[in-house]
């Protein structure tokens, strides 16, 4: 096995450890209520790592989960076994989606937008394939409001952006400006974690 397919493996493994605690804690609620804002049958949920919220979606939706690293999708598909609905996964990257224009019902992200290269072109490629009048969910932290604690966060944020992570992205104003038009956000961490649902 490469090097990489082992770290990548390793990660992925990682990532469920890490976040067992914190999903019984606080995540799964957090999720069951983010999901229950979805519409429609034809779902796209982006960033969806290993299927963490595969457990919260309505019975009998049509999802195609898209993630673009290998072995978190591996991790995904085992999770998706008793998946009560049609799911589908494809490897790709939210900047450049590979479906047609006014596709989807209802597109889900959770705690992706702050991974992704390249936001704005995220966004824009969200709206192309969700429906007119379709919606988005969002979950994401975000950089904080308050003087102080943006501060800290910027600061953080020059370590764990080395790894990809940007804990200061403001996913919302970013939203916003690529045309999203916004129903509802929820501050459910101080400001930091925001449900934002929204429409096309
Ligand atoms: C913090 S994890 C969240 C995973 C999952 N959505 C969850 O709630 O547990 C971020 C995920 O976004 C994925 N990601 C990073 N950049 C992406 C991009 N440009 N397009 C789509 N997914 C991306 C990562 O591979 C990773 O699986």
Known sequence: MALKDFSGKIFAFGY???MFPIEKFALEKLRAKALSFIEGKRILEVGVGTGLNFQFYPDG???IAVEPKFEMLKRAIKRAKNFNGQIYFVSARVEFLPFKDDFFDSVLATFVFCEVENPANGFRE??????????????????????FL????????????????????ETLKIALEAGV????????????????????
């Open 126 to 147: 969200l709206l192309r394939v969700l429906k007119p009048g379709g919606r988005l969910i969002l979950l994401e932290h975000v950089r904080p409001g308050g003087k």
């Open 16 to 18: 469920d450890v890490f």
């Open 61 to 63: 939706v049509n999802v």
């Open 150 to 169: 943006s501060k800290v966060f910027d600061l953080v944020n020059n370590f764990t952006s080395i790894l990809g992570e940007n804990i200061n992205r």
């Open 181 to 200: 038009v916004i129903e509802k956000v929820i501050n459910v961490y101080g400001d930091f974690v925001k449900l934002i649902i929204a429409r096309k």
